[in-house]
């Protein structure tokens, strides 16, 4: 210290960098050197152009304003890159090439107002799959028509006053779908997509019901007009009551002949759709062609549903030429609805990156496991637990552990895998967890395991609930290799975000792991559980799972139906 202390002492070494003319004089002093004094003078500028320089970078960054700024910090880099620097300071990263998706997304929010929308990019690899030029064009166009027909638009004002008065005072500008929140999260976000597809293939706008908690956990997807229904609509507090013995409710009045069919007849002021998983036949009729002639000329269509309907879509004549269009490779239906609608909220996005950057982003691979089990009593059940272990390593997503005397690994470059999974309980998690502390893997690599929340049950109504069950999902879409379980929407849901084919865990029967435990899915696209199964122009049953090369039954619903690409599943 002395030492030191005498060094920063020395007058010989300039105390400040800022003053040269006292330095070169010192030097003039010392050595009498013309040659001395200029090699000072330029040491000296190089330390002022140093100073400048660090300056200038100091400046460049952005103000801090609080939370917001130190959560954009984090999220501008990228998280793969990131090795953990304890001084504070940013590393050099590549920005995310495409924040925008192939032009999927548009530039111009506020992005501090919704910072996963442009964020994203950097925890996702880039995309497979690129967004049609049509169907660009028509985001674009639905935009357009939003801004104009939206909540508290002038043509929206005019609609909503004759739907309160009852009375036609000819065509509108604006025809709507609105969309009902009912059911579980992963359902919700299903048949919304659902909804915004088909208000697109009819050139209507969407609304949506804002429930206990959209608002809280998704972002406004369309530029400068809300999506959200506006709170003084007529009908939002009948919303609950609609069923299928509604009066207005399509399948109803269909079945009772309540439609005038003459020339001329006007047609209803609004509709009630129930498309939920108990809708009958009448109700069905929705794809049909000819009744969607007639439901082109209602104003207002009211839809109920907890079903990801698209694959029945495909399947209607009028619509296939466009849908053509829009999705050349079928499969990426939900994937690019999904990334361009559904983008979580600031609060979720905190949940989600925060969980990412502690326990994902160092891994060498990222694999997901997401777990629903049906069965009743309480878990967790050995023969799941079976299956996950079944699948994980007959598939070689998670190596065998070395049963013999452990292994101490030795320091070094060895590959690491980072398992997420999601359940309602923990006792998978912790079988899991616990059999790779206690045993080293017969490959070497090192395993973590790690599981967000165990919420027990599921509590559709409480906000952390959702929001947790939110940023799950997302994290789930953001790992490199997936496995899902049967039936749930949940998985769907995260497979479609992430364009990812997962591993798919058969449901099992009897309290026996199947056998085999599972298989890979044939597309990233959810299932639709529950289609219809009439042929509309011959009026009979039919097999809609075998009329085109793109719709197929389900991997793991034998009667539910999804879309693929490859003719040859």
């Known amino acids: 210290m002395k030492r030191l202390r005498r060094n920063s002492e020395d007058p010989s070494k300039p105390s400040d960098p800022g ?267 929705f794809f049909c062609d000819q009744d969607q002639n007639f439901l082109q000329k209602v104003p207002w269509l009211i839809m109920k549903t907890d079903n990801y309907f698209i694959p029945s879509l495909f399947l209607i004549p009028s619509f296939e030429q466009e849908l053509s269009n829009l999705f050349p490779n079928k499969e990426t239906v939900f994937h690019f609805l999904g990334r361009y609608l559904f983008h979580p909220t600031n609060p979720v996005w905190g949940l989600i990156t925060r969980y990412h950057q502690a326990y994902l982003a160092k891994a060498d691979e990222r694999i997901g496991i997401q777990i629903r089990v049906f069965d009743t009593g309480v878990g967790p059940f050995q023969h799941v637990l079976d299956q996950i272990l079944a699948c994980t390593m007959k598939e070689n997503l998670l190596p065998e552990i070395n049963m013999q005397e452990p292994i101490v690994s030795q320091l070094g470059n060895q590959r690491s895998k980072a398992v997420l999974m999601t359940s309602l309980s923990s006792g998978y998690f912790e079988k899991v967890r616990n059999m790779y502390w206690e045993h080293s893997t017969v490959t070497g690599e090192v395993i973590g395991v790690y599981q967000p929340s165990h919420e027990e049950y599921q509590q559709t109504q409480k906000q952390m609930h959702n929001r947790k069950a939110w940023a799950e999902m997302y994290l789930l879409s953001l790992t490199d290799v997936l496995v899902t379980s049967s039936w749930s929407t949940f998985g769907y849901v995260a497979q479609g975000l992430g364009g990812l084919k997962p591993w798919i865990m058969y449901k099992p029967e009897n309290q026996t792991a199947p056998d085999p435990p599972c298989r890979r899915a044939m597309s990233m696209e959810p299932c639709f559980h529950a289609p219809p199964f009439y042929d509309c122009k011959a009026k009979r049953g039919v097999d809609t799972g075998e009329l085109v090369p793109h719709v197929r039954h389900c991997e793991d619903m034998s009667w539910g139906l999804k879309l693929v690409d490859r003719q040859e599943w």
């Open 19 to 285: 003053i040269p003319s006292l330095y070169s004089r010192d030097l003039d002093r010392k050595c009498g050197n013309s040659s001395m004094r200029l090699m000072g003078v330029f040491v000296v500028c190089l330390m002022v152009i140093s100073v400048v320089f660090s300056v200038s970078v100091v400046l460049r960054d952005p103000p801090s304003d609080g939370w917001a700024f130190a959560e954009a910090r984090v999220l501008e880099v990228n998280p793969k890159t990131v090795t953990g620097l304890e001084d504070g300071s940013s590393p050099s990263v590549e920005q995310p090439k495409d924040k925008l998706l192939g032009d999927l997304l548009i530039d111009g929010f506020d992005e501090r107002s919704c910072l996963s929308r442009y964020q994203s990019a950097l925890y996702r690899k880039e995309l497979l799959h690129k967004p049609s030029s049509y169907l660009i064009s028509r985001l674009r166009s639905y935009e357009t028509l939003h801004k104009r027909c939206g909540p508290y638009t002038e043509s929206y004002n005019k609609t909503l006053e004759q739907l309160k008065s009852g009375q036609h005072t000819g065509p509108s500008d604006c025809n709507y779908v609105v969309w009902i929140s009912f059911s579980g999260l992963g359902n919700r976000i299903l048949t919304l997509a659902s909804a915004f597809l088909y208000a697109l293939l009819t050139n209507r706008v969407l609304l949506v019901d804002p429930g206990v908690d959209m608002p809280d956990l998704f972002c406004e997807p369309f530029p400068e007009v809300s999506w959200l229904l506006s709170p003084d609509f007529p009908l939002i507090n009948q919303f609950d009551s609609f069923n299928q013995k509604s009066p207005h409710c399509y399948g109803n009045m269909l079945k009772n002949n309540n439609f005038a069919n003459s020339t001329g007849s006007l047609p209803p002021h609004f509709v009630y759709l129930h498309m939920a998983h108990d809708y009958n036949d009448h109700d069905k009729l």
